[in-house]
């Protein structure tokens, strides 16, 4: 196989390229989050600030007869 191709999953022989690479990195854990990603820290951060809820109870609304 030439130098700088691949061969895919249905057997075709094409050139590297960003997604190789993207997918190639990231089985070697070498890529990084993404951007707007949530850490472990923010998330136990923010659940400490969150405010609780209660459940509230409703009574049932009865319609009016008319005549």
């Known amino acids: ?3 700088g191709f691949h061969k895919t999953k249905d ?13 190639k990195a ?3 854990g070498r890529s990084k989050p993404g951007k707007g990603s949530v ?5 136990k951060a923010s ?5 609780k809820t209660t459940k509230k109870t409703t009574k ?4 009016k007869k008319s005549s």
Do not use: C, I, Q
């Open 60 to 63: 049932k609304k009865t319609k």
């Open 1 to 3: 196989m030439k130098k």
């Open 39 to 43: 850490t472990d820290a923010a998330l």
């Open 47 to 51: 659940a400490k600030t969150a405010k």
């Open 11 to 23: 057997g075709r022989t094409v050139k590297k390229g960003l997604y190789f690479n993207m997918n």
């Open 26 to 28: 990231k089985a070697e």
